[in-house]
């Protein structure tokens, strides 16, 4: 057997664990009882401490020399490429800090759960202050092996080949024209008449409806299924993919597009290269690339009009016992489409996103930097909340910097990817739009030639490509984050 040969045997005996963890992770975020919280947080930090023992097998070193010197295909080579990334990220961290680092990071979601509604930030601060110190410390470790800032370090696992310099004059240019375009589309549609939701939307039925569209969006039931969650989210693994969703018996809305969202990342790992599965080459490319498919799914395809419809049609259908004014075409397309300054991120339209994402960017930024302290980020968020939106979350802590799940464990360098995701999407869509009369598919109920595009283009490329690369192939050229400005204007204005 060739080195390169036992590399790939080996990643595909560490994503078998991958795989346990993943679907470990599923049970205790979505059915897991609150009384196995220790004793899974304890088996989960030796399964951690297990796949990095097996990532920093002494053997590998040699195994990469070796693999380096052999002849590679270009997609071998592009797979040697993936797994030495992999090793190398692992290779820098000691076992002790990967142990620490996870029992600290569900020691800390799990107490958050109830913290959060408590508006508890004295708890929720206890115990994140030492996810915070075990964040930082990986942060200057990874910062020590790769010669970048410590944040571009924790950056560069979510986003290969991203820094911050770059992603700070990106988000200035959108903080350059956001807050102008947000006031006049609040304007606009100042004077617009719709139906709110009203009355009781049961669980049972919102989820009903939920599958309903999920069939339209072509998901595989085979190798998946929908849950539901304090926070909604897409985890397991390609042959296996868990969604999730939360519902407010009080309205639909919210729980429907979720599904929509979770559905995009569902469908990019159903769809990534069986043949490379098991490997990181086979992998989604990177995390603004899967929020691209996500944001493509909820925002491109699933706000358009030729896709409200079919949102009213399916909720008509559902909800038979509602005033059927409020299942219009017309009505859902103001529904979903509302510009509203709120505080949170999750429940946030279109066009007030990216300011949610850009506040806990510049937050992350600075405390894994170590230019902050933990305890100044209430004070941080109600002054970043307060420029950018207008609205003080001061003693709000659940509203606040508490409202998201991704803080806890620790993945700081994470939240950049949702607005790269929103200008990959649009950027998807543009060039999709030159072969494929999107509208026109959209109305058929046939979304067949949309998803075989993003097949072709996207799912099928996993990472044998590197992100640029990637998005090149695509569209013709490297992120433009222009025609995310174009769409938002086009739509809202």
Known sequence: MSAFEKLK?????ISHFQHLASICGWDQAAVMPSGGSQARSEAMAELYVHMHNLQTQPQLADWFAEAEQETLNPQDSATLRELKRGWQQANVLPESLVQAKS???SKCEHAWRTQRGENDWQGFEKNWAEVVKLSQEEAQIRAEATGLSPYDAMLDIY????????????????????????????????????????????????KALGLDVMKLLQFDFNHGRLDESVHPFCGG????????????????????MGIVHETGHARYEQGLPKSLAGLPSGQARSMGIHESQSLFFEMQLGRSNAFIAHLAHLAGEHFTAQDSALFSQDNFQKLYTRVKKDFIRVDADELTYPAHVILRYEIERDLINGNIKHTD????????????????????????????????DGAFGYFPSYTLGAMYA????????????VDTVVESGDLTPIFTWLSDNIWSKGSLLTTNELVTQATGETLNAQFFKDHLKARYL
Request: proline share 4%; charged share 20%.
């Open 377 to 408: 980020v209430p004070e941080l968020w109600d002054q970043k909340m307060q420029a950018y939106l207008g609205l003080s979350t001061k003693d709000n802590y659940k509203n606040g910097c508490m409202q998201d799940i991704h803080w806890t």
């Open 426 to 437: 649009a950027q998807f869509m543009a060039a999709m739009k030159q072969t494929v009369d």
């Open 103 to 105: 029992l600290a990071g």
């Open 9 to 13: 045997a080996h990643s595909h005996k």
């Open 159 to 206: 986003e290969p080949g991203t820094q911050s310099a770059s992603l700070d004059v990106l988000f200035s240019d959108v903080k350059s024209w956001l807050p102008e375009m947000i006031d006049h589309a609040i304007d606009k549609q100042s004077s617009e008449q719709f139906i709110q939701p009203h009355g009781t939307f049961a669980t049972q039925t919102q």
């Open 237 to 256: 693994v390609p042959s296996d993919v868990r969604i999730t969703t939360r519902y407010d018996e009080n309205e639909f809305v919210q729980s429907l």
